[in-house]
């Protein structure tokens, strides 16, 4: 791969944005979060061009974007912004669940998960609802197979769940607050599906809202 990997993270109140460079093995990478709440979407435009210094826009490869789940507002932010940035620069466009950029950096991370364990992820959500998804690590490289797809369900269905799961697992309770340390995750989940050969359009980027923004 040539050119740079650029990945956008803004489903909490902290914005994440990551950058690497293309390597014949492993890709440099660096990173940086900031806390900006609601004023996300009128920032948001000065702190990518002052994160892409010295690069520019034209010497990317490709773009990835957290879709989900999170905040509702934040959420759409990235992946419009996201979504205009590939269709105008013909870049391919990795939406990610946000959970499987958790997932995959606690993973990474954490030297007591067990290399064959699958991966069970928690989020709180809103009334009372837990964000779930179960991944399996895969058994060619560094990514996740997902076994169970991000759903908001309740407590007692998600216990019902893992306790009927015939597989060992780990359970990852994650913070809202953490979620945009992942956004170097997400680009090297992204960076694996490139190597890959895979060329997602901006149009097939689509949210993970899991529940609606008005009960």
Same mark, same amino acid.
């Given at each position: 791969?040539?050119?740079?990997?650029?990945?956008?993270?803004?489903?909490?109140?902290?914005?994440?944005?990551?950058?690497?460079? +293309?390597?014949?093995?492993?890709?440099?990478?660096?990173?940086?979060?900031?806390?900006?709440?609601?004023?996300?979407?009128?920032?948001?435009? +000065?702190?990518?061009?002052?994160?892409?210094?010295?690069?520019?826009?034209?010497?990317?490869?490709?773009?990835?974007?957290?879709? +989900?789940?999170?905040?509702?507002?934040?959420?759409?932010?990235?992946?419009?912004?996201?979504?205009?940035?590939?269709?105008?620069?013909?870049?391919?466009?990795?939406?990610?669940?946000?959970?499987?950029?958790?997932?995959?950096?606690?993973?990474?991370?954490?030297?007591?998960?067990?290399?064959?364990?699958?991966?069970?992820?928690?989020?709180?959500?809103?009334?009372?609802?837990?964000?779930?998804?179960?991944?399996?690590?895969?058994?060619?490289?560094?990514?996740?197979?997902?076994?169970?797809?991000?759903?908001?369900?309740?407590?007692?269905?998600?216990?019902?769940?893992?306790?009927?799961?015939?597989?060992?697992?780990?359970?990852?309770?994650?913070?809202?607050?953490?979620?945009?340390?992942?956004?170097?995750?997400?680009?090297?989940?992204?960076?694996?599906?490139?190597?890959?050969?895979?060329?997602?359009?901006?149009?097939?980027?689509?949210?993970?809202?899991?529940?609606?923004?008005?009960?």
């Amino acid at each position: 791969m040539t050119g740079y990997g650029f990945a956008l993270h803004t489903t909490t109140a902290h914005l994440g944005l990551a950058m690497s460079q +293309g390597a014949v093995s492993e890709p440099s990478s660096r990173s940086e979060t900031w806390l900006l709440g609601r004023s996300l979407s009128s920032e948001l435009h +000065g702190y990518l061009k002052g994160f892409m210094a010295p690069q520019g826009w034209k010497d990317l490869a490709f773009l990835a974007v957290a879709k +989900g789940p999170g905040s509702f507002t934040g959420t759409r932010i990235g992946l419009v912004t996201a979504r205009t940035l590939a269709q105008q620069l013909e870049l391919p466009l990795f939406a990610l669940s946000s959970l499987e950029a958790i997932a995959h950096q606690m993973r990474q991370q954490d030297a007591q998960i067990p290399s064959d364990c699958d991966l069970a992820v928690q989020l709180m959500a809103s009334r009372g609802q837990l964000f779930t998804a179960i991944y399996k690590p895969a058994k060619e490289g560094r990514g996740l197979t997902t076994l169970v797809t991000d759903t908001a369900r309740s407590f007692e269905d998600w216990t019902s769940l893992l306790d009927q799961w015939r597989s060992p697992y780990y359970l990852i309770k994650a913070q809202e607050d953490d979620l945009a340390q992942s956004v170097t995750s997400l680009l090297d989940l992204a960076w694996q599906d490139y190597q890959a050969g895979q060329r997602p359009s901006w149009s097939q980027a689509l949210p993970f809202y899991g529940q609606h923004p008005v009960h």
